[in-house]
């Protein structure tokens, strides 16, 4: 007498929900790549902002040697006119103003830049964070299905095996025990493959419902 394997059908209606819950793979290495092309985003924008600091730097040097040389000018023309002493120390002062003024600018420009960048990785890391909590929620929510599935099915298992005990006649009996078997090695097949484990218990448990 040949045996017909089946699965049962309230598992055929849990296929296209566990399906749609389901995250493949390819999905989960495009956000592990969305995430390391966030932290490479971070490294630019430190290093941007690195490479500011040191512009600005430079910025104010040259502002320096700038005004140094135009307070050496303005010496020279006040020697040449043959100005008066305060004629030159009002030249000098204007320079020591420009200088200032200057030097301030730089300072401010640096340090808006790095209040830039402060904001930039704050904000990532915030980004981040939330994309680590989102992708977690969904392994969460995949592994409850699963046990779901798993607790159905020994439901299931237990009420075949309680309705087999009250059939009149050995051979029936025995009959639907295999077929329950039978269900059990298919559905543990499955999610084993879903949670790409090795079926080699089930293959075994399948060869001796067989004999």
């Not at 990785?121 to 995949?142: G, I, P, R």
Request: charged share 40%; proline share 2%.
């Amino acid at each position: 007498m040949s045996v017909v394997y089946s699965t049962p059908s309230f598992l055929q209606a849990l296929a296209p929900l566990a399906k749609e819950n389901s995250v493949s793979n390819k999905e989960y290495k495009a956000k592990l790549a969305a995430k390391a092309a966030r932290v490479k985003q971070l490294e630019t924008t430190r290093k941007l902002a690195d490479k500011m600091d040191k512009e600005l730097t430079k910025l104010e040097k040259i502002a320096d040697r700038e005004a140094a040389k135009q307070a050496k000018i303005a010496a020279n023309e006040a020697k040449k006119v043959n100005q008066s002493k305060e004629a030159k120390a009002a030249a000098k002062e204007q320079a020591k103003l420009e200088k200032a003024e200057a030097k301030e600018k730089a300072k401010l420009e640096k340090a808006e830049a790095k209040a830039a960048a402060k904001e930039q990785a704050k904000l990532e890391k915030a980004a981040a964070k939330e994309q680590a909590k989102l992708e977690k929620a969904e392994v969460k929510e995949q592994a409850k299905l699963e046990k779901a599935e798993v607790k159905e099915q020994a439901k299931l298992e237990k009420a075949d095996a309680n309705a087999a005990t009250k059939e009149p006649s050995t051979k029936k009996t025995k009959q639907s025990k295999a077929n329950a078997k039978t269900d059990r090695i298919d559905i543990i097949q499955s999610i084993c493959e879903k949670l790409g484990q090795p079926s080699t218990a089930v293959n075994h448990q399948s060869t001796e419902v067989m004999a």
